[in-house]
């Protein structure tokens, strides 16, 4: 699979080119448009519970949709449910990635995913939690909510970023999650809550807007009966 990149960075759209009866995992609901004979069909990837544990804990649908390409080959194009940019991790099936919360949108054939744990600030309403652990080998697509930007970590070099910020983490990055200083008073002063704290080597994907804050500013618009 080959991914094309467009429309960057506020509404990108990934096309997906396939080779002649090449398939591809894609997030349900992310397909804007194919080209003409590819089939579409959808599963829970690995069983019923599998597609609940991913779906309950990762955040992400219960059912995946594999595209088939006919045998003169094809393309899938897709897109995420938010304004932002998209970009392209290459698994070379040797290190891993995390991406969190309903930032994966499509991978190729060749990568495995599962439901990994990634700390608690799903618990209070946040990001973090359970995490979408890809592995293998091919193109992993990802999504974020505005700007998206790599961060390269030398090895022993630290920082540290809003749990609303992260996109995604190679696994060979050391975390924790912990709530920033303050305590709750503090915590809902500034509105953030938990930040991950990352020591390379490794590589770490942000976004500039954060998902959670949208929602809870929509809320606020919503007039209470």
């Given at each position: 699979?080959?991914v094309?990149?467009?429309h960057q960075p506020?509404?990108?759209?990934?096309?997906?080119?396939?080779a002649?009866?090449?398939p591809?995992?894609v997030e349900?609901g992310?397909m804007s448009?194919t080209s003409?004979?590819?089939?579409?069909?959808?599963?829970?990837q690995g069983?019923v519970?599998?597609g609940?544990?991913?779906?309950?804990?990762?955040g992400?649908?219960?059912?995946?949709?594999t595209?088939?390409?006919?045998?003169?080959?094809?393309?899938?194009?897709?897109?995420a449910?938010?304004p932002?940019d998209l970009?392209?991790?290459n698994?070379d099936?040797?290190?891993?990635?995390?991406?969190?919360r309903?930032?994966?949108?499509a991978?190729?054939?060749?990568?495995q995913?599962?439901?990994?744990?990634?700390?608690?600030?799903?618990l209070?309403?946040?990001e973090?939690?359970f995490?979408t652990?890809?592995?293998?080998q091919?193109p992993?697509?990802?999504?974020?909510?505005?700007a998206l930007?790599v961060?390269?970590?030398?090895?022993g070099?630290?920082?540290?970023?809003?749990?609303g910020h992260?996109?995604?983490?190679?696994?060979t990055?050391q975390t924790q999650?912990?709530?920033i200083?303050g305590g709750?008073?503090?915590?809902?002063k500034?509105?953030e809550?938990?930040?991950?704290?990352?020591?390379?080597?490794?590589q770490?994907?942000?976004?500039t807007?954060?998902p959670s804050?949208?929602?809870?500013w929509v809320a606020?618009q919503?007039?209470?009966r």
């Open positions: 699979m080959q094309q990149l467009r506020s509404f990108a759209v990934a096309r997906l080119m396939l002649p009866g090449e591809v995992q349900a992310a448009a003409y004979g590819v089939q579409v069909q959808a599963s829970t069983g519970m599998k609940l544990g991913r779906a309950m804990l990762g992400e649908s219960l059912f995946i949709s595209y088939t390409a006919p045998q003169n080959g094809g393309w899938v194009d897709v897109a449910h938010l932002g970009q392209v991790i698994l099936g040797r290190t891993g990635w995390c991406v969190t309903g930032s994966w949108i991978s190729a054939h060749g990568v995913m599962q439901t990994k744990w990634g700390g608690f600030s799903n209070f309403g946040g973090g939690g995490l652990y890809v592995t293998g091919g992993v697509v990802v999504s974020c909510y505005g930007e961060v390269t970590l030398q090895p070099e630290m920082i540290t970023i809003d749990s992260v996109v995604a983490y190679a696994e990055v999650l912990r709530r200083s709750m008073v503090q915590s809902l500034s509105g809550g938990f930040v991950f704290d990352f020591a390379g080597p490794g770490v994907m942000t976004q807007r954060n804050a949208l929602a809870a606020q919503v007039p209470s």
